[in-house]
């Protein structure tokens, strides 16, 4: 396994298990993180939250795949450079993407959920984005597809990139009937993805 190779699976782990430490952690103080597909919501919302689940959990064994049975023959991309820039991009998402769960605490979801009670949170790295975790996650996705760049990653990268942006618009239609006014504000000043985008 050369550094690419190595470099790419300890982000991986680091992506992901900090996923599954924070749900367990938070599963511990009787909060469950996961909403994705469950609970009472509009059609539309369990259609595009469940797609998400199953784009994302194939995504993690895409790029396991990528990682550990598609040989380096196989990449579309083989410039270092090319490489060593996707590894950083899905490195930086990791971390954006650590530092949204670490800012949420208590509040941090996946999904829509009209059950358990959230704050708003609009300090950290909220001040510059509205969808600080989705957008760790678009860099992660997209900084991989550079690293190990082949036909079923890239596939999965779109499709996830996109699920990911339908799963912010659907929290959108949401969030001012959780927060009201101060979420309204929030939205004027704040950008959806990063500064203004």
């Known amino acids: 396994m050369d550094q690419l190779f190595l470099l790419g699976f300890i982000i991986m782990v680091l992506f992901y298990g900090s996923y599954l430490f924070k749900q367990l952690l938070l599963k511990r103080k009787g909060i469950f993180t996961n909403r994705l597909g469950r609970g009472n919501k509009p059609a539309r919302t369990f259609k595009i939250e ?7 959990f194939s995504m993690a064994a895409v790029q396991l795949i990528s990682l550990f049975v598609i040989k380096k023959t196989y990449l579309l991309l083989t410039q270092p450079v090319i490489r060593f820039t996707g590894i950083s991009i899905a490195f930086l998402g990791t971390v954006v993407f650590i530092t949204a769960m670490a800012c949420m605490k208590t509040s941090w979801r ?47 990268t779109l499709l996830c990139v996109v699920f990911l942006h339908l799963q912010i618009l659907e929290e959108e239609r949401f969030l001012p009937t959780a927060f009201g006014i101060p979420y309204e504000e929030y939205k004027q000043v704040t950008a959806r993805y990063f500064l203004f985008f």
């Open 50 to 56: 469940t797609a998400l689940k199953l784009a994302t």
């Open 110 to 156: 996946a999904g829509v959920d009209t059950t358990q009670n959230t704050v708003l949170i609009k300090s950290g790295i909220y001040r510059i984005s509205r969808n600080p975790a989705f957008l760790g996650f678009d860099l992660f996705y997209i900084g991989y597809c550079l690293a190990f760049s082949n036909p079923l990653q890239i596939m999965f």
